[in-house]
């Protein structure tokens, strides 16, 4: 069974850049999830992919955005990047969308660090 | 604005003793609850979960819920060095559509 995998693992960008991030589900599962964990907090959510689309969304601006694949696979986009979005970014799967109360497994996450 | 407490630590436990971590909840509501565990720069692992009043084992790991003072713990037996990590809480509340994350327990086994 394959597990979540995302990529790339590590990236350094500069404010006011673009950047994409990019997660596999694990076998099987149609629900994606992406989070943001600073250093020292637990993962925000930011939003979750099910069937192609947007399922639900946390506090985060619209330069956060997302995308989500017939094959399941969903990328992570942010634009005009801050200085605060540093951070630790998780992609979890899952086999059913939130309201359907399935355990999220989690990927090994992109470290993005904005200079 | 649903919220998910638990305190930072660190938290030291002797080795073979058991470790306690604790994680408190603002809301009522129909939920469900996670442990994660996370090794210093590596991604969440999920340790249990629990939805049902009462305890649930694996291993040597038990969540035990209590809905009505709003808490959830997991104790962690014989507890050895490789439990050393930050221990992550996280609650859905049925409505909510997203999973609410503490700020996670650091836990320290001295061997």
């Known amino acids: 069974e394959t597990g979540v995998t995302q990529s790339p693992t590590h990236l350094i960008k500069t404010r006011g850049q673009q950047v994409t991030l990019r997660c596999s589900s694990q076998s099987g599962h149609n629900t994606v999830s992406w989070y943001q964990q600073a250093l020292g907090q637990g993962p925000q959510f930011i939003f979750q992919y099910y069937r192609e689309e947007e399922n639900g969304r946390g506090n985060f601006p619209p330069r956060f955005s997302g995308l989500q694949f017939p094959n399941y696979s969903s990328e992570l986009n942010v634009n005009a990047l801050e200085l605060d979005d540093s951070a630790l970014y998780l992609c979890a799967s899952s086999l059913g969308p939130l309201h359907s109360n399935q355990p999220q497994h989690f990927g090994d996450g992109t470290r993005l660090s904005i200079l | 604005q649903k919220e998910v407490e638990q305190n930072s630590g660190p938290l030291s436990v002797p080795e073979g003793a058991i470790a306690s971590l604790n994680c408190t909840y603002s809301?009522?509501?129909?939920?469900?609850f996670f442990w994660y565990r996370q090794y210093s720069g590596k991604s969440p692992e999920l340790i249990m979960f629990?939805?049902?009043?009462g305890d649930k084992e694996d291993g040597r790991f038990t969540a035990q819920l209590n809905k009505a003072s709003q808490y959830v713990s997991l104790l962690i037996r014989d507890s050895q060095p490789s439990d050393s990590a930050t221990y992550l809480c996280a609650v859905w509340w049925f409505g909510n559509e997203k999973l609410t994350f503490g700020t996670g327990t650091r836990l320290t086994i001295i061997p």
């Open positions: 809301d009522r509501g129909s939920q469900s």
């Open positions: 629990i939805y049902s009043n």
